[in-house]
């Protein structure tokens, strides 16, 4: 049983650029979160994907957007990138029951650098 | 806003002794909280979790204590192993935040040989 899978695992952009990270969630699992993780701190959560919308949202601009599709995988887009979006993009996934989430298990992580 | 964070950065033990790592939360509508390993070039694993209706919790080697009267969580591991070594996350989030997790920094655990 794959875990959740992300890809790519490395990426080099320069700035103004976009970029789309993709997330695959743990089998069974219909929900997918995206945090950001800069170096030296903890995650931040980005948002988090239900039933193919967005159902919460952090502290990130517009220009992160997201998709789910109907086989519950995301991605995550970042448009006109910036020096500050230099992170590991991380997504988790867990299985909503009840009207309430189960533990989220993590990805590795997509390492985006921004030149 | 409120966050979650901890009081040492950087934490060196003895192979075979027991770790304390320590965290404080601030925001008091929290009820669940998460303690995550994050080894180098991975994701965060999954340690222990605790519900604020309880104030101990414990697992394989690790035990979590939760004192909401002062608003701290510990995470203790028993016997630390090289293994170990990795950087210790809390996180918090509230019935209604469904999975919005607030981390905080992080501490590094170095255990040595």
């Known amino acids: 049983d794959a875990g959740v899978t992300q890809s790519p695992t490395h990426l080099i952009k320069t700035r103004g650029q976009q970029v789309t990270l993709r997330c695959s969630p743990k089998?069974?699992?219909?929900?997918v979160s995206w945090y950001q993780q800069a170096l030296g701190q903890g995650p931040q959560f980005i948002f988090q994907?239900?039933?193919?919308?967005?159902?919460q949202r952090g502290n990130f601009p517009d220009r992160f957007s997201g998709h789910q599709f109907p086989n519950y995988s995301s991605e995550l887009n970042v448009n006109a990138l910036l020096l500050g979006d230099s992170a590991l993009y991380l997504c988790?996934?867990?299985?909503?029951?009840?009207?309430?989430?189960?533990?989220?298990?993590f990805g590795s992580g997509t390492q985006l650098s921004v030149l | 806003g409120e966050s979650v964070g901890l009081h040492l950065p950087t934490l060196s033990v003895q192979e075979g002794d027991n770790s304390i790592i320590n965290c404080a939360y601030s925001?008091?509508?929290?009820?669940?909280f998460i303690w995550y390993k994050q080894e180098s070039g991975k994701g965060p694993q999954f340690i222990i979790d605790?519900?604020?209706?309880?104030d101990k919790r414990q697992g394989q080697r690790v035990t979590v204590l939760l004192n909401k009267t002062v608003k701290h969580l510990s995470l203790q591991i028993a016997a630390t192993q090289p293994g170990d070594s990795a950087v210790y996350f809390c996180?918090?989030?509230?019935?209604?935040?469904?999975?919005?997790?607030?981390f905080g920094g992080g501490t590094r655990l170095m255990v040595k040989p």
């Open positions: 994907y239900y039933e193919e919308e967005e159902r």
């Open positions: 925001n008091s509508a929290s009820d669940y």
């Open positions: 996180a918090e989030t509230y019935n209604n935040a469904g999975n919005m997790l607030t």
């Open positions: 089998s069974g699992h219909d929900t």
């Open positions: 605790i519900r604020s209706n309880m």
């Open positions: 988790a996934s867990s299985r909503r029951t009840g009207g309430t989430n189960e533990k989220l298990f």
